[in-house]
């Protein structure tokens, strides 16, 4: 794979704003560079633009170097860091599985990117040779989201590495639910192959959708790229402080996860006990998507009793199916006491 080949030729040629922290690291006595107010230390302060002390902890629990690591407003702002890159508006395209999560869609029509979409196996599957003959020339990205969103089954890690193999563009695989999965996250595989990009989050199993912090992994060269188009303090100070404090408890987080897999199998098996529902599928990742009779009609009861849950009835593959977040005990015994009531 020639990067060079793939990025868009204005970013190639882009001279990236230069911010007033770019050009310094370390300690200094007296900040007179950005114009900043010298009062209410420590918010007066842009943040560190590349969030140095905090991919450190990041590379340390990923063991992943720190040059390797892109931090963003969630995962969303890497995903559309990808099209702004290396996809030409009106001219390449992507290739991505269905159905999947919806961002990919969307961040490629902000920028007018085609998206092939190749729908899954009936047992949620993929092949990588039907999503490589859906590539051509002009095909620079192929997505791949394992655990997948909203099916919840972890792709055949064999595929998606005949995927990344045989493909010249980059392959992103997104990662948001592996905390969840029996199988290993591809970070391994950074080394072998550089067009390969994984995206993680700390929203899942961490416990942090509210501080909206993402993290992309790939090759030196790919996230120098991100981070001469991204905006100049993209992650602010109060997450970068508040990720740091909480990725020291990872043995609570770990915690969590083992709860809440032992509540996604209680769960489960508590659905399949009611008439109204005709499936629940397999499930690598905290939530579970489930087949019933009348779906949105459950969903509007649901809703209507304070209990949100995600209709998916309209997506392909998913006819009228709801997926429904595995919650703490209490949450799920609320959701299962109240879909008695329906009996």
């Known amino acids: 794979m020639n990067l060079e080949l793939l990025l868009r030729a204005n970013i190639k040629n882009l001279k990236p704003y230069s911010s007033a922290r770019d050009e310094f690291s370390g300690e200094a006595m007296v900040f007179l560079d950005a114009n900043e107010n010298p009062f209410n230390a420590p918010y007066n302060r842009y943040p560190d633009p590349l969030q140095r002390e905090l991919k450190d902890k990041i590379a340390g629990i990923k063991n992943c170097p720190a040059d390797r690591i892109f931090l963003g407003n969630g995962s969303d702002e890497p995903i559309d860091l990808l099209f702004r890159a290396f996809c030409e508006p009106g001219a390449d395209n992507i290739v991505s599985i269905d159905p999947t999560y919806g961002m990919y869609q969307v961040a490629a029509d902000i920028n007018n990117i085609e998206v092939r979409k190749l729908k899954l196996k009936e047992d949620y599957s993929f092949v990588a040779d039907e999503l490589l003959t859906a590539a051509d020339s002009r095909t620079k990205l192929i997505f791949v989201c394992s655990p997948n969103n909203p ?78 188009i991204k905006y100049p303090y993209n992650i602010n100070i109060l997450t970068q402080k508040k990720a740091i404090e909480l990725i020291t408890q990872e043995n609570e987080k770990q915690a969590w996860v083992e709860l809440l897999i032992e509540e996604r199998s209680k769960l489960a098996v508590q659905l399949e006990t009611f008439p109204f529902v005709v499936k629940v599928y397999p499930s690598d990742a905290n939530f579970l998507l489930v087949k019933m009779y009348d779906a949105r009609g ?41 879909l008695k009531e329906l009996i």
């Open 151 to 228: 099916t919840a089954n972890l792709m055949d890690k064999s595929e998606m590495l005949k995927l990344i193999h045989n493909f010249n563009g980059l392959v992103v695989v997104d990662e948001a639910y592996i905390d969840f999965a029996p199988g290993a996250s591809l970070l391994d595989e950074l080394d072998q192959y550089p067009n390969l990009v994984i995206l993680q989050t700390f929203s899942k199993a961490w416990g942090m959708a509210g501080i909206r912090l993402g993290m992309a992994f790939a090759s030196p060269e790919i996230i120098r790229i991100f981070n001469k």
């Open 298 to 338: 459950i969903y509007d009861y649901l809703m209507e009793n304070g209990i949100i849950v995600r209709d998916r009835s309209k997506v392909i593959l998913c006819d009228d199916s709801l997926r429904i977040t595995v919650g703490s005990p209490e949450e799920n015994e609320i959701l299962i006491a109240k």
